[in-house]
């Protein structure tokens, strides 16, 4: 199974073809602003390195979110239109589930994802590791900051990773102490999205371009004007 992972949720954008046996090819770029010419153009880079077409692959799998939501929205409106052409299944992945692959390793037992999320907040949930798998004992949303961290279990070392850790590490360092702990990893996710994209293709809990509906966990800037105005 060879599948096509697309993510850009954040700054951090990268394309990935992935089989059952690892990483096929990995294009990873930084985006200032819109990923638009880059993400196109590093698709077109992974599948040229494979030498493979659309037409040749199992399917397709996208990071649908939480993330920034013009890249949300970038990411979703180019995998509809490949998995249109190519009459592809796609897995729509959490940003937030991918970052946390990353960390499964050794001896680390809770795993924290933060993304920055902007006006304040973060983007965030909790896992217990078991074995390879991922098992979800706080759920995903936006937070304040302070306040997800008061909610962390309190017996036990949290490995935490992403944009939000960056960005608020002196308050954690405050609220956690030594029980915090950072491992240095990369925020690129196509590899990980395209790793949890074919379990999920696996299962048959593929989607059709129609279905696929981005993850956002808050009102965009656009829908609160409007919300403001209607209200």
């Known amino acids: 199974m060879i599948i096509l992972a697309i993510d850009t949720t954040t700054r951090f954008g990268s394309v990935a073809l992935v089989s059952e046996t690892g990483v096929l090819a990995e294009v990873n770029y930084a985006s200032p602003s819109s990923h638009s010419r880059q993400v196109f153009q590093a698709v077109d880079e992974v599948l040229k390195i494979v030498g493979e077409n659309l037409d040749n692959l199992d399917g397709l799998a996208v990071a649908a979110g939480p993330g920034s939501f013009t890249g949300i929205r970038i990411g979703?409106?180019?995998v509809k239109a490949l998995a249109l052409a190519s009459k592809k299944p796609v897995a729509a992945v959490s940003s937030l589930e991918?970052?946390?692959?990353?960390?499964?390793?050794p001896g680390v037992n809770l795993i924290v994802p933060m993304l920055d999320?902007?006006?304040?907040e973060i983007f965030g949930c909790a896992y217990k590791v078991a074995g390879l798998e991922l098992e979800e004992i706080i759920q995903p949303a936006a937070y304040n900051p302070e306040a997800f961290l008061q909610i962390l279990p309190e017996d036990s070392f949290i490995h935490l990773i992403g944009t939000g850790v960056d960005l608020y590490w002196p308050l954690i360092i405050e609220k956690l102490g030594q029980r915090a702990k950072a491992i240095d990893r990369t925020y690129y996710l196509a590899a990980e999205v395209g790793k949890l994209g074919?379990?999920?293709?696996k299962e048959g809990r593929g989607l059709s371009p129609d279905q696929l509906e981005p993850i956002y966990y808050r009102k965009s800037q656009a829908e609160e004007k409007?919300?403001?105005r209607t209200e």
Do not use: D, E, P
């Open 226 to 228: 409007k919300s403001g």
């Open 198 to 201: 074919g379990k999920i293709l």
């Open 98 to 105: 991918a970052l946390a692959q990353k960390l499964v390793l």
């Open 76 to 78: 979703l409106s180019l």
């Open 117 to 120: 999320a902007r006006k304040g």
